[in-house]
């Protein structure tokens, strides 16, 4: 090796950063991409337990038609704090934060994110934000939804400012995150990783970087003129002085329909790593998922006003959003049909992970088509804001995306703690979830169909018995949830050691010790081909080439 | 490198450990993706405040002066002169000409700082005439707007000082001032959204 190379590839190390030694640099203010994503994940899990925690309130409430349990006042700012600690503090920190951060640089064959430094902020940007929304509990908590539109947020008292300032701290970090990953997805990709050899998972994830850094700042705008509004009386949303209200929706739902690809364009992504690898085929029309993702990004930012319908628009802006919206069917359905496509004559085994993502396939297709439903002006017109509106949103916020991040935690557990789950509980997790799941969403379709509006403390006692059987379920479904921290807690105990590869996968993530090593990849790997190659030679660089590809388990 | 020549075996679009070294000065993509997210918050403004007018029957509403066009003229001249200084400055600094990148960097600053006065200037005549950031829609979207870009210059004037500070103490070469050039970019940045908020408030 000549001198020249010598000193290319020591700067090639250059921004690599050199291992920590105390314990807070290591665990606390950790500039390594895997620490920050294993933070990012256990304080969105806490967030999305406690959201949790509010949903089971709501439940309790209504398990009879007047009950006393919480005041309407309470049951406002139950159901407000279940949908913004889901959305803001649950979701969207773990499909990007946490899994991002995870897999993304490992797939990509890098050794840390572009800007490791901001990504800690990123990170640190949460806490604080979350511990303002709580304290706002006792300054007279918001109580207008997750959506917060005014006049009535305008009318609550002061904890619509923390709610504003809030989101707009935990919105900084989630923009910063999206800058980081689509700089390092642009710039970092191993040599020979062409955009079409990227892992899915990386496609989605700088997709994703893309919505957040267009939407989550438009989310900014909206949340700062709410806050100005507030403390500073402007007149924006204010119709005696000229202001209105429907401005806010518009701004707000620019972000916020984006903001739903967010959630789910990531968990398309670990939905596509999974298939194939349990699947043991190539997945089926690589290219057509990975565009299909794109053009999922480009029309989410032109159907905002679907959520709008009932909001007084005129006939010439509901036609074109209600195509547009029935339009990203289309690439949706793309996906799912290649998704399908691979398991079709595939020797499919089922494991955790792939249990789960068979029930994200059905779950998010019914919820998928209720959307289709939605899209319809007059169906909407008929069922917004009752609780047919819930049980599809549920089908796709926790049938997709909260379906999809159980199965990706399952996947890649063994890669980030070294150590196995237990299958067996792992599938008694699965079968009382996607039973449970069902048993509590399903029936929400009918209620809502009948009538019965959402956002409400009291209902007609006509449908007191089929409330009563959803709540039921729902505790059971809330139950169920904590067999998941029970096998991870055995796993860390006593889970059998995992090996750089224990399901027999191809991405690059697998072929380096796991855990992986502080650095990540020792030299950088060169790559010659695409990654889901079943059947034929790892197409990575020596020493990458190495690990067993055939299932251990 | 014999994985290199196996890489070329195996197809296109391959880069050796060279070029993978080569593109790696990040901060440059990061730092337009910083621009970019920041333009979309002046954007949805720009579209709040269309809105607004949309909505309105007559604007500006009834009762409200239109912001003097000659003074935000003037102002919009001196912030482009500074983007032309800015301009001379970097280009001073990439030939090794340290003093001129250091006169035309200070007229930068003093162009901007005289933007502000000239807002401040032109917010309390404003005041005086009754247009408030509460009163009307107009008030609200021109205090909104222009205070949110007059926080930007402000920002970029603290920048330029702190990177004249840091090339005086000898951080930035003619080969190597990424830091400059963002502080430039920014300042040019800040110059094009001026350009259209001049637009919206002042003729259009």
């Known amino acids: 090796m000549s001198i020249d190379t010598i000193a290319v590839l020591r700067r090639a190390d250059a921004p690599i950063h050199p291992a920590p030694e105390s314990f807070v640099r290591k665990y606390l203010f950790s500039i390594d991409h895997k620490v920050i994503g294993i933070q990012y994940f256990i304080a969105a899990g806490l967030m999305v337990l406690l959201s949790g925690l509010f949903a089971e309130a709501i439940r309790i409430q209504l398990t009879s038609p007047h009950n006393t349990f919480l005041t309407p006042q309470q049951f406002n700012e139950a159901f407000t704090f279940h949908g913004t600690l889901m959305v803001w503090f649950g979701a969207i920190p773990i499909v990007t934060g946490a899994f991002g951060n995870c897999v993304m640089p490992l797939q990509i064959g890098a050794r840390d994110v572009a800007f490791p430094w901001l990504n800690m902020v990123s990170f640190w940007t949460a806490p604080p934000a979350m511990l303002i929304l709580l304290s706002s509990l006792a300054f007279g908590a918001p109580d207008a939804g997750w959506t917060e539109y005014p006049p009535v947020s305008l009318q609550a008292g002061v904890g619509i400012v923390f709610w504003t300032v809030a989101i707009f701290t935990i919105g900084i970090g989630a923009t910063l995150t999206g800058l980081n990953f689509l700089t390092t997805v642009v710039k970092m990709r191993a040599p020979g990783m062409t955009f079409t050899r990227m892992p899915l998972f990386v496609w989605a994830t700088a997709v994703t970087s893309v919505l957040s850094l267009v939407a989550t700042t438009a989310l900014a705008s909206a949340l700062g003129s709410l806050f100005l509004s507030h403390v500073f009386n402007i007149p924006f949303y204010d119709p005696s002085r000229g202001g209105t209200v429907v401005l806010f929706q518009h701004m707000f739902w620019f972000y916020s329909h984006p903001a739903v690809y967010i959630m789910i364009l990531p968990v398309f992504g670990i939905v596509s790593e999974i298939i194939p690898t349990f699947a043991r085929k190539p997945i089926f029309g690589y290219k057509l998922i990975a565009y299909s993702t794109v053009s999922i990004a480009l029309l989410s930012f032109m159907v905002w006003a679907h959520h709008m319908f009932t909001s007084g628009l005129g006939v010439w802006v509901t036609l074109p959003f209600m195509i547009l919206t029935m339009l990203i069917g289309v690439p949706t359905g793309i996906k799912i049909f290649s998704w399908v496509a691979t398991l079709f004559g595939a020797n499919m085994r089922l494991t955790t992970p792939m249990l789960f993502v068979l029930g994200f396939l059905s779950t998010f297709t019914l919820g998928g088509i209720t959307g289709i439903m939605l899209a319809a002006v007059p169906v909407d017109w008929h069922e917004h804001a009752t609780y047919f509106l819930v049980a599809h949103i549920h089908y796709v916020l926790f049938g997709g995306t909260l379906m999809g991040v159980f199965a990706g935690i399952y996947y890649w557990w063994p890669k980030f703690t070294g150590r196995m789950m237990s299958e067996k509980l792992g599938k008694l997790h699965f079968w009382l979830t996607f039973i449970f799941f069902n048993t509590t969403f399903l029936p929400m379709h009918f209620v809502g169909l009948l009538g019965m509006p959402r956002r409400v403390a009291y209902y007609d006692p006509a449908y007191h018995s089929i409330n009563l059987f959803i709540s039921i379920n729902a505790f059971i479904l809330g139950a169920v949830t904590l067999l998941l921290l029970v096998n991870m807690f055995w796993s860390l105990k006593k889970g059998p050691a995992a090996g750089p590869n224990p399901w027999g996968a191809r991405t690059l993530e697998w072929m380096i010790s796991s855990p992986p090593p502080y650095y990540n990849f020792k030299e950088i790997p060169e790559v010659y081909s695409g990654p889901y190659g079943y059947g034929e030679p790892l197409p990575y660089s020596a020493p990458y080439n190495q690990v067993s590809v055939t299932p251990s388990y | ?204």
């Open chain 2, 1 to 204: 490198m014999a994985a290199h020549s196996e890489a070329l075996a195996h197809g296109h679009g391959v880069m050796t450990q060279e070029e993978y070294a080569e593109q790696r000065d990040l901060r440059f993509l990061g730092f337009l993706l910083f621009l970019f997210t920041d333009s979309i918050f002046f954007t949805s403004y720009i579209f709040a405040a269309l809105y607004l007018r949309s909505a309105a029957p007559v604007w500006p509403p009834p009762g409200v002066e239109r912001p003097d066009v000659n003074l935000g003229a003037l102002n919009a001249i001196i912030l482009f002169g500074s983007g032309v200084t800015a301009h001379y400055a970097m280009h001073r600094l990439k030939e090794s000409r340290f003093n001129g990148y250091i006169w035309f960097t200070i007229a930068t600053i003093i162009l901007g700082s005289l933007f502000l006065l000239g807002q401040g200037y032109e917010y309390s005549s404003l005041y005086h005439h009754g247009v408030t950031w509460s009163g009307t829609t107009f008030g609200a979207s021109f205090f909104t707007l222009t205070g949110l870009h007059g926080f930007h210059v402000f920002v970029g004037v603290i920048y330029l000082i702190v990177t004249l500070a840091q090339t005086l103490a000898g951080v930035y070469s003619p080969s190597r001032h990424f830091g400059l050039t963002a502080a430039t970019l920014y300042w040019h940045f800040v110059d094009v959204i001026w350009v259209v908020l001049f637009f919206l408030f002042y003729i259009y």
